[in-house]
């Protein structure tokens, strides 16, 4: 087992949802795609 969760995130979601997903996930590392690298400057 290598501990890793894939969790996909849609890009039209509002982003106060995504935040909140990110933050329930209490994820130490999230890969970010282009659609979505905006919401890596939220504070998490």
Sequence with gaps: ?????????????????????????KARTVLIHDATRLYATLDL
């Design 1 to 25: 087992m290598c501990g890793a969760v894939y969790t996909p995130f849609n890009p039209r979601d509002p982003p106060a949802q995504l935040q909140s997903h990110i933050r329930n996930f």
